[in-house]
């Protein structure tokens, strides 16, 4: 799957003219390598505190946090980019559906900037897809940015760690515990044996990546599988964050 995204990036490169995705403008120097320009890179909204030191959603008026009070235990921190909003929600469609695998090193540079506990030893492990919607997409989306991210933060990515034996649909409008309901049971994880995967071991902090984060759901049940495996630490990171409805 890795070829294919190579192959697609080969095509993009011969046939794009090297401008900006989202606002045209000619890309110059090194940034043609990239699909957004810098100025456009610029508007992202980064996600910014004050927020629930847990799940990173701005903190609720009242109450304690709701979106991560059912969480496992090891999903201890979980932070996003930029608000899915000001052309970065474009930024993910064209990474999701317009076989731009690419792009994903403008969303990796993006992701580099949160600043995660560092831990001695880490590693990346990208949300899945379902086989189905993989052969359908060619490529996994949150594995192209893991990739980036990887050679960005100096860490291994461990792609075949988690498996994913169901596709859910995406359901924006279900509450933290529907959603949760919605996913249960979408992740098995492969056992933690030191020495099989790069950087995998019990003690190793395990950072999930994805793309977007709407509840939270998928990266607690990822995590959930990865708890049940035998991992203690895991954080979660995304590239954008929708605004979800209000829910209380
Ligand atoms: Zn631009
Ligand atoms: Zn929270």
Not at 23 to 36: E, K, N, S
Not at 161 to 185: D, F, I, K, S, Y
Not at 207 to 226: K, M, N, S
């Amino acid at each position: 799957m890795r070829n294919r995204a190579a192959a697609l990036e080969t095509i993009e490169q011969l046939f794009l003219p090297a401008e900006c995705l989202l606002c045209h403008a000619l890309l110059a120097g090194r940034d043609t390598r990239r699909i957004v320009c810098p100025v456009c890179r610029h508007r992202w909204r980064p996600v910014r505190p004050p927020w629930c030191e847990r799940c990173g959603q701005p903190e609720p008026h009242f109450g304690p946090c709701r979106l991560c009070a059912e969480w496992p235990a090891a999903l201890t921190l979980v932070r996003s980019a930029v608000w899915l909003s000001d052309g970065a929600r474009e930024a993910v469609h064209a990474l999701k559906y317009g076989g731009m695998p690419r792009i994903a090193e403008d969303l990796a540079a993006a992701i580099a900037g949160v600043s995660l506990p560092t831990g001695e030893a880490s590693v990346l492990v990208p949300i899945p897809l379902a086989p189905k919607r993989l052969r359908q997409r060619g490529y996994n989306q949150s594995d192209v940015v893991a990739a980036s991210l990887g050679r960005m933060w100096h860490l291994p990515v461990s792609r075949d760690l988690l498996t994913r034996t169901r596709e859910t649909a995406t359901q924006t409008a279900l509450t933290p515990e529907t959603r949760l309901a919605n996913v249960a049971g979408a992740f098995t994880s492969r056992p933690l044996t030191p020495g099989r995967r790069p950087g995998v071991s019990r003690d190793a902090t395990y950072i999930l990546i994805d793309d977007v984060f709407t509840t939270g759901a998928t990266l607690a049940e990822a995590a959930r599988a990865l708890e049940q495996a035998g991992a203690r630490t895991i954080y979660g990171v995304t590239f954008g964050r929708a605004v979800i409805p209000n829910f209380t």
